[in-house]
């Protein structure tokens, strides 16, 4: 990972230099424009396309088909550094697919045929496109070439996405984002090199740009590169800052010829983000759900963008800060409001961590989940049904313990989980291992969007009802 970086900028007209110091895993360059963010980006690439990768989604074209040309193109890196040698990329979008394609090919062709990937599956490849665009499927063909297939689902129906027209400028930034990101990502995996992001956030809604936020920390975390951003967003900036202590945010200048980093300040609450979303609650009148962390963000907006479930301010927490965002932003709350009254929920695991007494003052109380998290709610009846139906859960968890690779510690979690499915902790790796033996469709679908989709059917009932309580229930789908 590179602590300093030295490149040039261009300020007015003039080429200045700049070194920055103090960098983290995930960096953010911040500033008005004309400070020569871009710039600084496209300098660092060209001066070292090797080590380097520009992303330019802002400046993407229309197409999203693959050309053997193109591929020959982005394996060439002088070719790539020609094409990104200007401020602009009316081709972008299709070379992101075509490097997609040629890239994962190898890994569509070991998924396909059950062949052992290095380090990687093309189901978590195929998953991580999920984790910013849930309504999409995205897949490898069933034949030569084994190439990438996007389809996108609505009510039971699938449409292949062949052309950007088919979506709109959000969806198609986000897509090509994807694409560009995780293909670099495999193909330099544990090599520590840099990917340069350039303003993501053009035409991403805030529930995409957070949505962004998670999928550039499962990136960093799962492939051990570093990246850099440069972005207008504070939104994506108070995202990025909620879901990890590795985060430098570069503020940029004209003047400076050196910057260092700022870091995360850990006793600081974000209220960059609280604002956003607290002014947006204010002024639609929607309920505030504060949550625990990115699984639980995941879960919980999948199911508010359903018809059926009642518009919602979401706020995501950073797991153990969640009472002191709760206090914020109720401090927040009593200077907009007139009446300050009970205006939402904190939603807390049942695992009985973070004391509170809930006041009748309380404008965010607090409320546990009957079960130990989120994650128990997988093993309902309800979302099992989803899975696989008839089923016979204790029949499945033996099997996955006798034939699965599961570690000893998972073992004896999965002997808690047969006594006890509703108050045992299930660790992040075994509930994917769960979800991948039990879902005959877990290649195409994530359990945290499987989880949002059905709570966004209807009013909860029977065991998923009883999981997450009553109180819970009760207030977020009143009549």
Same mark, same amino acid.
């Given at each position: 990972?590179?602590?300093k970086i030295?490149?040039?900028?261009t300020?007015?007209?003039?080429?200045?230099?700049?070194?920055?110091?103090?960098?983290?895993?995930?960096?953010?360059?911040?500033?008005?424009?004309?400070?020569?963010?871009?710039?600084?980006l496209?300098?660092?690439y060209?001066?070292?396309?090797?080590? #380097?990768?520009?992303?330019?989604?802002?400046?993407?074209?229309?197409?999203?088909?693959? @050309?053997?040309?193109?591929?020959?193109?982005?394996n060439?890196?002088?070719?790539?550094?020609?094409?990104r040698?200007?401020?602009f990329?009316s081709e972008?979008?299709?070379?992101?697919? @075509?490097?997609?394609?040629?890239?994962?090919?190898s890994?569509? #062709?070991?998924?396909?045929?059950?062949?052992?990937?290095?380090?990687?599956?093309?189901?978590?490849?195929?998953?991580?496109?999920?984790?910013?665009?849930?309504?999409?499927?995205?897949?490898?063909?069933?034949?030569?070439?084994?190439n990438l297939?996007?389809y996108?689902?609505?009510?039971?129906?699938?449409?292949?996405?062949?052309?950007t027209?088919?979506l709109?400028?959000?969806?198609?930034?986000a897509l090509?984002?994807?694409?560009d990101?995780?293909?670099?990502?495999?193909?330099?995996?544990k090599?520590?090199k840099?990917?340069?992001?350039?303003e993501?956030?053009a035409h +991403?809604?805030?529930?995409l740009?957070?949505?962004?936020?998670?999928?550039?920390?499962?990136?960093?975390?799962?492939?051990?590169?570093?990246?850099?951003?440069?972005?207008?967003?504070?939104?994506?900036?108070? @995202?990025?800052?909620?879901?990890?202590e590795?985060?430098?945010i570069v503020?940029?200048?004209?003047?400076?010829?050196?910057?260092?980093?700022?870091?995360?300040?850990?006793?600081?609450?974000?209220?960059?983000?609280l604002?956003?979303?607290?002014?947006?609650?204010?002024?639609?009148?929607?309920?505030?759900?504060?949550?625990?962390?990115?699984?639980?963000? /995941?879960?919980?907006?999948q199911?508010?963008? @359903?018809?059926?479930?009642?518009?919602?301010?979401?706020?995501?927490?950073n797991?153990?800060?969640?009472?002191?965002y709760?206090?914020?932003?109720?401090?927040? +709350?009593e200077?907009? /409001?007139?009446n300050?009254?009970k205006?939402?929920?904190?939603?807390?695991?049942?695992?009985?961590?973070?004391e509170?007494?809930?006041?009748?003052?309380?404008?965010?109380?607090c409320?546990?989940?009957?079960? #130990?998290?989120?994650?128990?709610?997988?093993l309902?009846?309800?979302?099992?049904?989803?899975?696989?139906?008839?089923?016979?859960?204790?029949?499945?968890?033996?099997?996955?313990?006798?034939e699965g690779?599961?570690?000893e510690?998972?073992?004896a979690?999965?002997?808690?989980?047969?006594?006890d499915?509703?108050?045992?902790?299930i660790?992040?790796?075994?509930?994917?291992?769960?979800h991948?033996?039990?879902?005959?469709?877990?290649?195409?679908?994530d359990?945290?969007?499987?989880i949002?989709?059905r709570?966004?059917?209807?009013k909860?009932?029977?065991?998923?009802?009883n999981?997450l309580?009553t109180e819970?229930?009760n #207030?977020l789908?009143?009549d």
């Amino acid at each position: 990972m590179k602590i300093k970086i030295t490149g040039s900028r261009t300020i007015d007209g003039t080429n200045k230099n700049l070194t920055i110091s103090n960098l983290k895993k995930i960096n953010v360059l911040f500033g008005k424009n004309a400070t020569g963010k871009s710039s600084f980006l496209r300098a660092l690439y060209q001066s070292d396309a090797e080590n #380097y990768h520009l992303v330019v989604p802002e400046r993407g074209g229309t197409g999203m088909q693959y @050309s053997s040309g193109m591929l020959d193109q982005e394996n060439s890196d002088q070719q790539k550094k020609r094409a990104r040698n200007k401020n602009f990329d009316s081709e972008y979008r299709n070379r992101a697919i @075509s490097r997609a394609t040629g890239i994962l090919t190898s890994v569509g #062709y070991k998924t396909i045929h059950n062949v052992k990937a290095d380090h990687v599956s093309g189901e978590e490849l195929t998953n991580l496109f999920r984790v910013i665009l849930p309504e999409f499927k995205v897949q490898f063909s069933g034949n030569a070439p084994f190439n990438l297939e996007i389809y996108r689902e609505d009510n039971g129906k699938e449409e292949k996405i062949t052309d950007t027209i088919q979506l709109s400028s959000g969806q198609a930034e986000a897509l090509s984002l994807a694409a560009d990101i995780i293909t670099q990502a495999v193909f330099w995996q544990k090599s520590k090199k840099t990917l340069l992001i350039d303003e993501p956030d053009a035409h +991403l809604h805030i529930d995409l740009e957070n949505r962004f936020a998670i999928f550039v920390n499962e990136i960093v975390t799962k492939f051990d590169i570093q990246i850099i951003i440069a972005t207008h967003s504070s939104g994506l900036i108070a @995202s990025l800052l909620s879901l990890t202590e590795d985060v430098g945010i570069v503020c940029f200048d004209k003047r400076s010829e050196k910057i260092s980093a700022i870091q995360k300040d850990q006793a600081a609450i974000f209220t960059n983000l609280l604002s956003i979303e607290l002014a947006l609650a204010v002024v639609l009148n929607r309920k505030i759900v504060i949550v625990e962390g990115n699984d639980d963000f /995941l879960v919980w907006n999948q199911a508010a963008r @359903s018809p059926n479930f009642e518009d919602i301010a979401l706020i995501q927490a950073n797991g153990g800060d969640i009472l002191k965002y709760k206090k914020n932003a109720e401090k927040i +709350l009593e200077t907009a /409001l007139d009446n300050p009254n009970k205006s939402g929920i904190t939603i807390l695991d049942g695992d009985n961590k973070g004391e509170f007494t809930n006041q009748e003052s309380d404008i965010l109380p607090c409320e546990r989940l009957k079960c #130990y998290s989120l994650e128990n709610l997988l093993l309902t009846n309800e979302l099992l049904a989803e899975m696989k139906d008839p089923i016979d859960l204790n029949d499945e968890l033996e099997k996955l313990k006798n034939e699965g690779d599961l570690s000893e510690e998972e073992k004896a979690q999965v002997d808690q989980i047969i006594k006890d499915k509703k108050n045992t902790k299930i660790s992040k790796n075994l509930i994917k291992k769960l979800h991948l033996h039990i879902d005959d469709h877990s290649s195409s679908r994530d359990w945290r969007i499987l989880i949002g989709k059905r709570l966004g059917v209807g009013k909860p009932t029977g065991e998923l009802a009883n999981f997450l309580g009553t109180e819970i229930v009760n #207030y977020l789908w009143q009549d």
